[in-house]
């Protein structure tokens, strides 16, 4: 794998002028008013107006973006709160209904069928699925939703403990439960806990605004719930309901035993007789917490390093990213929580945002995150804004891989070979600890909306018990009873992002099988991962998956033939 990083080219403008901004309604409409009711006279004119389409989106999308990336890093900052809204409000409501009208006018073109289906295909599959799904009166619906759902953020944000006689964040305070003093460990996870449900029901309350929002959106488009109706708009076209319930069954079977596995090794290696909420990620006494970095340019510079030993095209993005500032890695209170990368479709440089503590956590996200990024710099020269829309199936791919890729080159973090394999294995617990609760959340999502009108007390009560089924019951909860009832709450997919989660279980296991090819032949497994990102979404999730050599397969034969290779992994790390 030698491919070497070239610096992205920027396409210069050809239909907006190249100092245009977006600032209001009334600026952007003549350009969606001329696309509209442009005359299409041949395939060269239609591909023209695809690519005029294409420029637009991009320099909508990047805006959007930065104001979300602005209002993300600072949520107590008002301006970049209201330039969010304004745009929810005031801009995106009057560009779908143009959204739907050009969607329609290309689907009715007689020159679309002259398109080249091997690379149109999906695109025009999403495009069709969205003009039938597109209904007015949602559009007003949606934006108030959109709108609600940063809420989730604004009141996580503010949500901190103290300790010591200073503040943390929720995810700044996460390391304490690291420590190997259990009296500390129990003392955050205490605090952690009633700060949490101090917003229990303001929680319960924006989610079932949220809930009543969603089920009128599908009913207005003509669906009897909103699980039917999400799994279409995400366009789900590749597997279906009874796959996701395929995919419970399989991690429960054969998953859930891995975990119980690497549960017990912890409690043995600890000393305990009863494991309690604070001792999962604890170390024995008389070890010290990972400490791999100690503020964001250390974790940046090393993940560079890492990247590097990979090949020179994936340290190349990151450093690129350094050098235009696209990384704002450290937390701090106001900013919102969780990380993301974010592409920015005309500039193709993305941004990666993350709240790092200085934990082993953190280099786990920053190498996720990373991976996302490759996949925006690899498909940034696709013709079409729209075909790098790819789905999270394969956007996760790209850095669930990465993380298992670059994990023997974390050295670069840990000069201690002890703490290289305390590292390695911490990465391997969170990936088969992870998947269960994938299984949790999507199950419990599938009930949400398939279950509408539900109270907060039927909420509970469904949620204990599809948590039941994916826990190991090695560890005692009593005492925390009403935390673990809400701790559902802790996950913004549900939020912001409904019914997105199982993506992550499926590219889980896609990531894994990427990793078993690499450590049969890194440089072809290498090669294939970059060859599939470069496409984009210009072939179907199955061949996306089939070109990074893997299969697209979530069954229980195919799960149970993926634990059998991590099963002898964990061994060899030392798990009994």
Request: with cysteine; hydrophobic share 40%; net charge negative.
């Amino acid at each position: 794998m030698n491919r070497a990083f070239e610096p992205l080219a920027q396409k210069p403008r050809q239909f907006l002028p190249a100092d245009f901004k977006v600032t209001d309604w009334e600026a952007l409409q003549p350009y969606f008013e001329e696309l509209k009711t442009r005359t299409i006279a041949d395939k060269a004119q239609l591909e023209k107006w695809l690519q005029d389409v294409s420029e637009l989106e991009a320099v909508v999308s990047e805006d959007a973006c930065w104001r979300q990336i602005n209002m993300t890093c600072d949520t107590t900052n008002k301006s970049y709160e209201d330039a969010f809204t304004y745009f929810c409000m005031e801009i995106e409501p009057k560009m779908k209904p143009y959204s739907f009208e050009l969607n329609k006018k290309l689907l009715a073109c007689p020159f679309t069928k002259e398109l080249d289906n091997n690379i149109y295909f999906p695109y025009l599959r999403s495009v069709d699925n969205a003009a039938k799904l597109y209904r007015d009166e949602n559009v007003q619906l949606q934006a108030d939703m959109n709108l609600l759902a940063q809420q989730y953020g604004v009141i996580s944000g503010a949500m901190a403990v103290e300790v010591d006689g200073k503040e943390y964040t929720l995810q700044q305070a996460a390391k304490f439960l690291h420590s190997s003093d259990r009296n500390v460990r129990e003392t955050v996870f205490k605090k952690v806990a009633t700060r949490r449900l101090q917003d229990k029901n303001t929680l319960n309350e924006l989610f079932d605004k949220l809930l009543v929002l969603r089920q009128q959106i599908a009913v207005n488009a003509g669906f009897e719930n909103y699980r039917d109706y999400k799994f279409r708009e995400l366009g789900r076209f590749d597997y279906t309901v009874a796959d996701c319930f395929a995919f419970h069954d399989a991690v429960r079977e054969h998953i859930v035993p891995l975990q119980a596995m690497l549960v017990k090794n912890r409690q043995r290696k600890l000393g305990l007789d009863t494991m309690r909420p604070w001792d999962g990620d604890a170390e024995p006494v008389g070890t010290e917490p990972l400490h791999p970095f100690t503020d964001g340019k250390e974790l940046s510079d090393k993940a560079v390093e890492v990247f590097n030993k990979l090949g020179s095209y994936f340290s190349g993005c990151l450093q690129t990213m350094q050098q235009m500032h696209r990384l704002d890695l450290e937390s701090r209170k106001g900013k919102a929580p969780g990380g993301y990368n974010c592409p920015l479709a005309e500039t193709g440089v993305p941004f990666i945002f993350m709240n790092a503590a200085g934990t082993m956590g953190d280099v786990i996200t920053m190498m996720h995150e990373g991976g996302h990024a490759v996949h925006s710099f690899l498909s940034h020269d696709l013709a079409l804004s729209s075909f790098k829309e790819y789905p999270m199936e394969i956007a996760e791919l790209a850095s669930m891989s990465m993380e298992l890729f670059s994990m023997e080159h974390w050295d670069t973090f840990f000069k201690d070979d002890a703490e290289l394999k305390r590292a390695q294995l911490e990465e391997m617990e969170r990936i088969i600890t992870v998947l269960p609760w994938i299984a949790t959340i999507d199950k419990f999502q599938h009930w949400l909306y398939t279950n509408p009108g539900h109270t907060v007390a039927e909420r509970e009560a469904m949620w204990m018990t599809i948590l039941a089924e994916f826990s190991t019951g090695i560890t005692d909860w009593s005492g925390y009873e009403e935390y673990r009832t809400n701790l559902w709450q802790k996950q913004l997919h549900l939020f912001e992002v409904p019914f997105y989660y199982i993506e992550y279980g499926i590219a889980q296991l896609g990531a894994i099988a990427m990793w078993r090819q690499y450590r049969g032949n890194k440089e072809q497994a290498l090669e294939n991962y970059m060859k599939a990102l470069s496409l984009g979404y210009t072939k179907t999730l199955k061949e996306l998956y089939a070109t990074a050599g893997i299969k697209f397969d979530f069954s229980p034969a195919y799960v149970k033939e993926l634990a059998d290779f991590v099963a002898p992994v964990l061994k060899d790390m030392g798990v009994k």
